[in-house]
């Protein structure tokens, strides 16, 4: 029991960073859109694109990382 409580913690705070960085890169898109807009320095909007990927990529290791914990509790409760 106190497993599945510690894997509902951790889901939880999984689901929230995902949320935050969903949120961080549609802020960036944003932002880089703007920038185009008032035709910034293009190596000005690539920088602010790179980082927008880097979220997003950080963003995707985390919905990974909450599936695998998912599918394992998943599977722990199967067997019960």
Do not use: H, P, W
């Amino acid at each position: 029991m106190e497993n599945r409580f510690e894997c509902l913690r951790y889901v939880d705070a999984l689901e929230t960073v995902s949320l935050r960085l969903g949120k961080l890169n549609n802020m960036i898109n944003s932002l880089c859109l703007g920038m185009q807009q008032e035709n910034l320095e293009q190596q000005a909007i690539d920088c602010v694109e790179s980082i927008g990927y880097c979220v997003n990529d950080i963003r995707t290791i985390v919905l990974d990382r909450l599936q695998q914990i998912q599918d394992l509790q998943n599977n722990i409760d199967t067997k019960q």
